[in-house]
């Protein structure tokens, strides 16, 4: 897509925060907290948690927006940075314990309808108008959908499909993971794992992070999805997830959440699978190679009917100079930009209106989610137009 010159009005999302309640749809969530240094939920967890690296790394991390700096109001202010595997080479043993569900689903769905264009479902809300900004001539005007890498899991997706269309945790995760199946890994009750350097028991561990995650405001169901895919994304590391972190004190709710589903892992082809998670999408998630060269099969793009319409953060603009553009362009890629900003970003679309690919000034091209980086930008699937 290349971008023009033409002055025109854009739309954009703007985050409200009140102090107490926060409002997303019709639903209404409480602001909690975050403790800046979370304490351990048992006297035997001898590790603190790691703060963020804030070495750069020779590759762009990935990012992974954090729940727990969304709030309940859903309105996030922050990232964290999760590593990427360069290859998906776990072999995890054939899961011993008891079988789940797969993708084609065993259960009664009524509220899940396949069809070509992705989950049929009903009483998606209407978005509500927001104001719009006029951006001057000189300006690029960058439009972004969603916060996070868009990969797997949308945490703020998964809270609405069970709150509005009613869906249990399987039918979420077999909707964010296609191809995959549940089943009980059976040792969860027993085994040690670690999660940015705090050590427990899985149901510890598990319920730190996922109340890092995603709270305690969310629904049950989607409680119980993302203590399963963080369950996952452990056993897929080893058992030591470095780059998840734990929440101190969750809630008797997150607790017994995460206990009704201890041990269930997400797997495909006898594997674990790699849970990646984000905190919204931009009405599609991503698929995993057109974000991290990757191409996994259960990480493709799916529909998020509800992350276009129930996310503060979509349509949320950007705006650089020329002057800044050029100055972060030239810094990061060491090229010399030309005299025509028009010329600067030429994108190539992905699956889900992801950026797949940017090309810069004809120059050179980079990866959509590299080019997000050095802008921080909320998501790799945006707009840009130069005025």
Known sequence: MHIS???????????????GTAVCGSIVYPIRAVEEEPKTIVSDLE?????QS??????????????????????????ETVEVEEEVTNEAEEPEGEYIADSEGEYDDTSYIESSGGAVIADVPERPEYDSIDIESGNFGFTTYGYGHGVGLSQNGANHYATYA???????????????YISNSGTAAKETISAGGVSGSALDIVSMVTYNEVGSSMSTEAIKAQAVAVYTYIKYKGGNASDLYPASNPPQNVVDA???????????????????FCAS???STASCYDIFYEDIPYLRSVSCEYDSQCDPHYGTVEVFSAEELKSILESNLGITL??????WVSIIEGDGGYAANVVVDGQVTVKGNDFRYYLGLKSPKFECTYY
């Open 47 to 51: 590790n603190s948690v790691k703060t």
């Open 5 to 19: 010159k033409s002055k025109k009005i854009m739309a954009a999302s703007l985050s409200v925060l009140v102090m």
């Open 258 to 276: 995460v206990k009704s589903v201890l041990g269930e892992a997400v797997y495909y082809d006898g594997n674990y699978a790699l849970a990646m």
């Open 54 to 79: 804030e070495t750069k790394k020779e590759t762009v991390p990935m990012w992974k927006a954090v729940l727990s700096e969304y709030g309940g109001s859903l309105s996030l202010v922050d990232y």
């Open 338 to 343: 030309s005299d025509d900003p028009s010329n």
């Open 281 to 283: 999408s931009g009405g």
């Open 166 to 180: 009613g869906w249990d945790y399987q039918q979420i995760l077999q909707h964010y993971y296609p191809g995959t």
